[in-house]
Structure formats: C-alpha cells, structure tokens
C-alpha cells in the first residue's frame, strides 16, 4: 500500500488528517479559493524531479487573488521552497500532480483575511491510460466573464465542470466539451481544447471563456513550432467538431489526451491521430527534460538551486 503524503500547510508538513480548515470559513463554505495545479516529472536518467513553469503558475495564482481580492503572506520564493519541500518531505521519485491552494479563512461572504496556502501533493497518473476519450456537447454553458470568469482559477467554477461531467457520464460519454455565450466551442470541464482540422492546428481565442492555460501556451509557443506547427487562434463552430480530423484536450492535469469523437461523430479513423501523438510525445520530452531545451521551465527539487523571483 503507497504511504500517506504528507501536505504542505501554512509552512508546515502535516498529515492529511491535520489538514483541516474551519467549517465556517469563506474557504469551505463560499469556496474561497484559488488553486494551481502543478505537474512533477521524475527523470530517471538525471535522477530528478522537475516541477514545470512554476512561475507562470504562481504568475496566474496572483491573478486569481488579485480578482478575488485577497492576498497571502508569502512570496514568490517562499512558494518556491514550500513545493520543493513538500516533495521532498515525502520523499518523491516518481511523477506527481501537485493543488497548490490559496483561500480565505474567515468567515463570512465577503470576508478577505486571514488567509493561508497549502500544497497537497497527489498520485496521480494520465487521465486516460486507454486509447482516449469519448466526448459530448454539453447543454451546460460555460460561464462567461461578466458572471464568473474562468481566467479565475477558482474552486467554485469548478462546479460548471462538475455539472457538465456528471450529465455526460450519465449519457454515456466520457467527457463535456462547453461552448460559451456565443455558441462557439470554449473548453473542457478542466482542460483547454485543440482540434486538427485540413491539416490547421486549431484552439479557440483566449476570449472565448476559456482559461489562459499554461499547456496551452507551452504547444502554442514551443511545442508545436518545433514540430513544424501553427497554431491558428480563431473561434470554432460546434459543427467543425463532428468532421475535425483530430481533437485532444490539455492542461497540467490532463497533460495531451486525445479525443476521439464527439457526439457520437468518430474523428478521423476514431483512433488517436498522428498529429496528436506527435505533439504529446514532444511536450513529454519537453516536461520531463529528455528534450534538453527550455531548462528555465523545469526546477529541479533535489538538487541545490537558486531561484531568482
């Protein structure tokens, strides 16, 4: 049986158990709270464990906080050495998804401070070890932002995900993908959206209600370039879904995994597509540092380091 991780806790490592917050705060009753995930990759050959893009993530947790009108009494550099010592602490040499967590504990709706910051590391494996997944349109709408935004990586828009996700497992799919106010394709429920389409990579524009992904501009700006890519930027109608020769969702936690059909309407052969599998190969390389380039993205945790904020 894998041991118990331990969590980071407003400067200390605790047991899960210890982890506690009050019923009546902000955080557990109003959800106020921000969240990163965050993605560790074990490289066996170096013998460590690389966090990846930690600042943009903790560039985007200000953000969140900045919205949500609260701060947290660390900076950058102490959240820097919170991850590597939670890793550390629980001695870990093995891939890990990783909740870096912001939230307010007082209570009440409107309530600011005090406010504290955890680390929960997870095992966690790919979202789907088979061949990929099996999506619908939802009737669900993604929010927008002038409700509730998602560029707010908060844990209360999580539930239009939720809602999404239970009635597509309910219908038989695997999978929700959301189109927005305008009725063009937005998201997953936890994931940005790409599809292959004539030969074009396609994603929608960061004003479609989508969340400003950091996987999403890792394929944008590094990956897909490398591969020989564009990326075209542009609204996409629910309709180019059904003939789109390839699709796959990403993000920290879903990393690249396919899609292989909407609605029923199987993409290409209803296999994973070349294209998909030669950009999830490349951005693999890439996260785990096989792929050398792009060090300043990869810090390692076992290894002495500066960090400069």
């Known amino acids: 049986m894998a041991k118990e991780l331990k969590i980071w806790m407003n400067g200390r490592l605790v047991s899960q158990a210890e982890a506690v917050l009050p019923v009546n705060s902000a955080a557990v009753f109003y959800a106020t709270n921000v969240f990163e995930g ?98 619908c349109i939802t009737s669900w709408q993604r929010t927008h932002d002038n409700a509730i935004p998602i560029r707010l990586k908060c844990g209360a828009n999580y539930q239009n995900g939720r809602l999404a996700t239970l009635q597509a497992k309910a219908d038989g799919y695997d999978a929700p993908i959301f189109l927005n106010q305008q009725g063009t394709v937005a998201e997953g429920s936890g994931a940005t959206f790409f599809m292959v389409r004539r030969g074009q990579l396609v994603t929608p524009p960061i004003t479609s209600d989508i969340l400003e992904s950091i996987t999403r501009t890792t394929l944008i700006d590094a990956v897909a370039p490398a591969l020989g890519m564009d990326v075209v930027e542009r609204d996409i109608a629910r309709t180019e879904l059904y003939v789109a020769d390839e699709a796959f969702f990403c993000g920290s936690g879903y990393e690249i995994t396919p899609i292989l059909s909407v609605d029923r309407f199987p993409l290409g052969d209803g296999g994973v597509g070349a294209i998909t599998q030669r950009l999830s190969t490349a951005y693999m390389n890439v996260v785990r540092g096989t792929d050398r380039r792009f060090p300043e993205w990869r810090m390692p945790v076992y290894k002495p380091v500066t960090v400069t904020v």
Do not use: Q
Not at 64 to 81: A, G, L, N, Q
Not at 115 to 131: F, H, K, V
């Open 38 to 135: 965050l993605r560790a990759y074990w490289n066996e050959a170096d013998g460590e464990l690389y966090c990846f893009r930690l600042a943009e993530h903790f560039a985007r947790l200000r953000e969140s906080m900045k919205m949500m009108r609260f701060t947290v009494p660390y900076r950058d550099m102490d959240i820097y050495e919170a991850v590597r010592e939670v890793l550390r602490g629980n001695e870990i040499r093995e891939d890990v998804h990783m909740h870096c967590v912001a939230y307010v504990a007082g209570a009440g709706l409107d309530s600011t401070t005090p406010t504290g910051l955890y680390i929960n590391p997870r095992r966690r494996g790919r979202i789907t070890e088979g061949d990929g997944l099996r999506c």
